[in-house]
């Protein structure tokens, strides 16, 4: 399949820094827009902008159309079993958050949250604060040497205590991707709420809830071609019927006394305040996007793309790279360290000729303790990145080296 063609939908690839062609390898970040998701946003605020729910007019009634038609698309895209199971928030990181305040509802002193040591801070912090506010346990599952988890120690972690277990799908550090799947179904008859953070997993994995049997699951719409400022939150529906919501005002109410409030039904009761309009405009043109393309595709050449470049990053002296070594196991970024060369340095040389990669503690500074680094430079691809720009990454990053390897 051609991919090449598809270069043409993203305007910024037209730019030039430093008078050199932008090669973007920083989409574990945040990934560029096509004109179908800018345009989208667009029309939306040209055509169609109201306020929804409670405009009885025709241009509030188009509003809400668009705003449940990208709820739809959000259901059919990750096999939610009803549109009810969709909120909307700012990203994976107040998913998480709000997870956390849902499940506050169901915990007490003593109780036992397992988290894993790959997770963003997005997926750490907000059980800390829990874990401090409920007097609860953390507990931390190892990684091996190519990163991976154990299913056999997240059994033997398992108690009579354990309330909550949350994980990435895909690392953003590793690249690793977990086995949720098995570890759904592990949990499948044990009184354990499963969170999965798929912020890293999403743009690149068809995604099943209900075959994962995750109780709820985060990501973010602007790692998948979408605007930034929208992300989900998937509940099963039976638990967020079952608890309260955790921010109050306008949306989310049924009836408002003086001293008391009952709820809206789902997903309403959820999400309070001026719902996410444009930015849901701009998240269903993504998933239409992508679908139009089609995630296995997409998959399948952003794995050919990653193997390309493992193999040529290995060939590199004194070069470590984290994560597993087989790339079925892997999403579509490789984290590394040049022996002698500070990422930062190596992300201002790579920027010199127009090359985004990130560098610094990627939001896992648990990771990186175990890693025993404490920065680290990392390349992501996605579907408009080229084996032409991936030799032109390897032959800056050998001149960088060179000339490190020289200065001192
Ligand atoms: C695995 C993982 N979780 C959570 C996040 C946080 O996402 P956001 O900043 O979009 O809320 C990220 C962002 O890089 C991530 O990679």
Redesign the pocket.
């Given at each position: 399949m051609d991919f090449s063609k598809y270069r043409e939908d993203f305007p910024i690839l037209k730019r030039k820094i430093s008078g050199n062609d932008l090669i973007f390898f920083d989409n574990?970040?945040?990934t560029q827009k096509p004109n179908q998701v800018i345009d989208a946003i667009t029309d939306y605020y040209k055509n169609y902008n109201s306020n929804i729910h409670r405009s009885v007019y025709t241009l509030g009634n188009e509003s809400e159309k668009i705003y449940e038609e990208s709820k739809q698309l959000v259901k059919e895209f990750i096999k939610a079993s009803s549109y009810e199971e969709i909120i909307y928030t700012?990203?994976?990181?107040?998913?998480?958050n709000f997870i956390a305040r849902i499940l506050e509802q169901d915990v007490s002193e003593g109780d036992e949250i397992i988290l894993t040591y790959m997770?963003?801070h997005?997926?750490i912090i907000p059980w800390q604060q829990l874990a401090k506010r409920k007097n609860l346990v953390l507990k931390y599952l190892e990684l091996d040497e190519e990163g991976r988890i154990s299913i056999k120690q997240l059994e033997e972690f398992i108690t009579d205590k354990t309330k909550i277990v949350s994980m990435?799908h895909?690392?953003?550090v590793l690249g690793n991707i977990n086995p949720v799947y098995k570890i759904g179904e592990l949990l499948k008859d044990k009184d354990v709420y499963f969170v999965v953070?798929a912020?890293?997993s999403v743009p690149h994995l068809k995604i099943d809830v209900q075959k994962m049997n995750c109780d709820f699951l985060?990501f973010?719409a602007?790692?998948m071609c979408g605007p930034t400022g929208i992300?989900v939150l998937y509940g099963k529906k039976h638990l967020l019927e079952k608890f309260d919501p955790v921010e109050f005002g306008g949306g989310m109410i049924g009836i408002v006394e003086e001293t008391l409030a009952t709820w809206a039904i789902l997903p309403d009761k959820f999400e309070a305040g001026t719902p996410l309009l444009a930015q849901a405009a701009g998240l269903g043109a993504a998933i239409k996007y992508l679908d139009s393309i089609g995630l296995e595709n997409i998959e399948k050449y952003t794995k050919e793309l990653t193997e390309y470049m493992y193999s040529e990053l290995s060939k590199i002296d004194n070069i470590e790279i984290y994560g597993t070594k087989n790339i079925e196991d892997r999403v579509s970024l490789i984290t590394f360290n040049l022996v002698g060369v500070h990422p930062h340095d190596l992300t201002s040389f790579l920027d010199a000729k127009g090359i985004c990669i990130r560098a610094g503690h990627?939001?896992t500074q648990p990771l990186l303790g175990k890693l025993g680094t404490y920065s680290v430079a990392r390349a992501s691809l996605y579907l408009y990145n080229t084996k032409e720009e991936i030799d032109f990454f390897i032959q800056t990053l050998k001149e960088t080296k060179e000339f490190f390897d020289n200065e001192f």
């Open positions: 574990g970040a945040t700012s990203g994976t990181t107040e998913s998480l997770e963003h997005a997926n990435c895909a690392s953003n953070d912020a890293q985060a973010s602007h790692k992300g990627q939001c």
